[in-house]
């Protein structure tokens, strides 16, 4: 059964940093690029950023650029995103999930909720 | 990186077929087959239901399909049932190496 287990997330301040995991199950891993994509109270989906099977590129949605890290490890079957300067805006439920930028998002996690307040 | 266009809303009946667009333009819809759409309750993970503009991801209905004109893509339900009511999200990649999802839909069957 595929899975994906996001944790970390937590209430912190303006400004603050937080860092994200994501555990990884019953798929190839290192086959498949992976995102972040994240969900404010109320509103809809908006896709944070993507990082290709080797972890060796990553492309960010401007509202996190700068901010935002993605990683990974392959060893480990883990995705990581690292927030820093953390805003208001970015308060929301955080989900991994399979696909980079291009491809589709065949499997989610449930989601991680981060609360900057 | 603006949100693709959808209705906020769309409902039909029991059996009938509904239509959700998912307006873009020529740096995103218009330019790439990498269109999908997600099926989404919430408290839950999205699921994707349609990827590649019309190919049905596994386990998903033949009652889905996807297509796309323009810098328009489209999801429509035939055959409306009522586990169909969900909320309804298209995306694309961009011109800019990274991807946007729409603003999504609510389907409501009546």
């Known amino acids: 059964e595929v899975q994906l287990v996001e944790s970390g997330g937590n209430m912190v301040r303006p400004g603050g940093s937080l860092r994200l995991s994501c555990a990884a199950s019953g798929f190839t891993f290192e086959d498949y690029g992976m995102s972040w994509v994240r969900q404010a109270p109320g509103k809809g989906l908006e896709w944070v950023c993507g990082i290709n099977v080797f972890g060796t590129k990553a492309t960010y949605a401007d509202s996190v650029k700068g901010r935002f890290t993605i990683s990974r490890d392959n060893a480990k079957n883990s995705l990581y995103l690292q927030m820093n300067g953390l805003r208001d805006d970015d308060t929301a439920f955080y989900h991994c999930a399979s696909g980079g930028a291009a491809a589709a998002n065949d499997y989610w996690g449930q989601g991680t909720l981060v609360t900057v307040s | 990186q603006s949100a693709l266009t959808q209705p906020a809303s769309v409902s039909g009946s029991p059996g009938q077929s509904i239509t959700v667009s998912c307006a873009g333009t020529?740096?995103?819809?218009?330019?790439?087959?990498?269109v999908s759409w997600y099926q989404h309750h919430p408290g839950k993970g999205p699921k994707l239901m349609i990827y590649?503009?019309?190919y049905r991801a596994s386990g998903v209905s033949n009652r889905f399909s996807g297509s796309k004109s323009g810098n328009t893509a489209s999801l429509t339900i035939s055959g409306l049932q009522a586990e169909d009511e969900a909320d309804y999200y298209c995306s694309s990649y961009t011109s800019s190496g990274t991807r946007v999802f729409g603003t999504g839909t609510k389907v409501t069957v009546l």
């Open positions: 020529s740096s995103d819809v218009g330019a790439y087959y990498y």
């Open positions: 590649d503009i019309s």
